[in-house]
């Protein structure tokens, strides 16, 4: 069974703090894909990142950073020097290649980011 | 490119009424679409999956006569609530899965709809 746990249901930053949201999942599959995504107040969902699972390299896209770690099963997003337009709920999801390709989402994390 | 539609954004409806919700990809044809629900400050969970041509594939837990789904055309999926009450009040999202776009089965998706019925 695929799992995606969020820990952090809520984490209140001052801006330019730098956050990091936690990832931890669960699947038996060898192949899957990680994701992350954004979802502000108007409720449509943000694409930030797709990672496979064969490739463990961390990746930084300006502020934001990803650091995957298959040992430990996470995949972890940091936003550095935090703003409050990143106030949002942000969830990690797992794809796994099998059942149709269903993305499982984790129960996600809120940010408040405040002056 | 890869972008989906909802329509309508919201809609508000009398108990025991039905209503129907729109997701369409506009610039690449969907041989499968998603529909997720979310209630307020949860996770979105997946109702079902719609293959272009054929029954949709309902999640445990989830009525099939209550929430139809029809997938008649390669950017048209739709999905219908049947005799609605207040506890199908929601946010229902569609995603698309675009097969042009090789091995990825990257999902888009769509606004969102928000269901609220009175």
């Known amino acids: 069974a695929q799992k995606v746990t969020q820990a952090q249901t809520e984490i209140s930053v001052v801006e330019k703090e730098d956050v990091t949201l936690d990832c931890v999942y669960e699947?038996?599959?060898?192949?899957?894909?990680l994701f992350w995504y954004k979802q502000p107040p108007s409720g449509e969902l943000v694409f930030l990142i797709r990672r496979n699972s064969f490739d463990e390299q961390n990746e930084i896209s300006g502020r934001y950073s990803w650091n995957f770690q298959k040992s430990t099963s996470s995949f972890n997003f940091t936003i550095t020097a935090s703003q409050v337009v990143d106030s949002a709920v942000y969830f990690c999801?797992?794809?796994?290649?099998?059942?149709?390709?269903?993305?499982?989402f984790g129960t996600g994390t809120q940010l408040k980011v405040e002056l | 490119g890869a972008v989906v539609s909802q329509h309508p954004s919201w809609v508000i409806c009398k108990s025991g009424t039905s209503v129907k919700i729109e997701c369409r990809s506009l610039d690449f044809q969907a041989t499968t679409m998603f529909w997720y629900r979310q209630f307020p400050k949860q996770s979105l969970m997946l109702m079902a999956t719609s293959n272009e041509g054929s029954k949709a594939t309902y999640e445990q837990g989830v009525e099939k006569d209550k929430f139809l789904i029809n997938h008649a055309s390669l950017t048209l999926s739709t999905l219908t609530v049947t005799s609605a009450h207040p506890e199908d009040s929601s946010f229902y999202i569609c995603?698309?899965?675009?097969?042009?776009?090789?091995?990825?089965?990257?999902?888009?998706f769509g606004p969102g709809t928000r269901l609220t019925v009175t």
């Open positions: 995603s698309a899965r675009d097969p042009g776009r090789g091995q990825s089965y990257e999902q888009y």
């Open positions: 699947t038996r599959d060898t192949t899957y894909y």
């Open positions: 999801a797992l794809r796994h290649t099998g059942g149709g390709n269903k993305l499982t």
